[in-house]
């Protein structure tokens, strides 16, 4: 029955897959779908349910700015949690799988339109966290920089079922794993242990990965990106040179910009006051 209820979803999907040109994508609908759905779960009741368990309400505080005074965290507060909790989810279960493609053969022999099956279940579920990730940013819409990433992220990886240049998607994701050490940060934060040696040690991680596979590794795929595009522009069609160049540019300037933030809000938790204590400030953002 399961099988059947999957074939339907593609035969459904077939028809806008092929008008659209991307037509790689129905075989890989029912995928994106069940991402979709897992990791909207994730956030609406997974997260919810285990964290009332592991951490009751009372533990969830931050500082007020404006007193010296402990409050409880506000829905949104609350809320942040659990898109964390699924940001995280996404970043550990992507690295794993990516990790898995990145020595295909077929995709190394042909970097703009090679193609395995491997790598479209993986970039399905990518592309089905990402449906769920724009709507979350825009739904609760907190910065455009994390819509903008959202809605780049999701036309880069659904156009790659075209195929198209599916080598870098793989490879791409592997920014996440600065998600990790970021999205503990924020429950480090969270959980009264803003500059503690245990957070101190996660932002060196944090600031380590995010600077290695985001701006460094980040700019050699995309050198690497623009050569094989600039090689088969005559055989792209103009929207797909727009999206993804424009996409790689913004993302890569996204990643310098967050990566500036998080020097100046680190520095701020490990700031030392002139009599010696640490500068806590638990509601400062990265």
Known sequence: MIQDVRLQIR???????????IGKISDFADVILLSFVFFTTVHNSFSPAVSGVLFPVSVWECRKESEEQ?????????????IRVASLVHA?????????????????????????????????????????????????FSDIGFVLH????????????????????????????????LNIHWFLDKTGKTGSALQLVNGIALITTFFCVRCIWGAMMSYDFFVTLNSVHDQVLTPY???YGAGNVLLQGLNWFWFT??????????????????????????
């Open 150 to 181: 959202g809605i780049s992220c999701l036309l880069i990886y659904g156009l790659s079922f075209t195929p198209f240049v599916p080598y870098y998607a793989v490879r791409f994701l592997f920014w996440e794993l600065s998600t990790v050490f």
């Open 70 to 82: 402990l409050v409880r965290l506000t829905t949104p507060h609350l809320l942040g949690k659990d």
């Open 11 to 21: 035969e459904f999907a077939a028809p806008a897959a092929q008008k659209l040109g």
């Open 92 to 140: 550990i279960l992507i690295i794993f799988l990516a990790g898995r493609c990145l020595n295909l053969p077929s995709l190394d022999r042909n970097r703009a339109f090679g193609w395995h099956e491997d790598v479209g279940f993986v970039t399905a579920i990518a592309t089905g966290y990402f449906i769920w990730d724009t709507l979350e940013s825009i739904i609760h």
């Open 241 to 243: 040179l727009v999206i």
């Open 261 to 286: 933030k998080m020097i100046g809000a680190l520095a701020k938790r490990f700031q030392g006051k002139p009599n010696g204590h640490k500068v806590v400030n638990g509601k400062t953002k990265i």
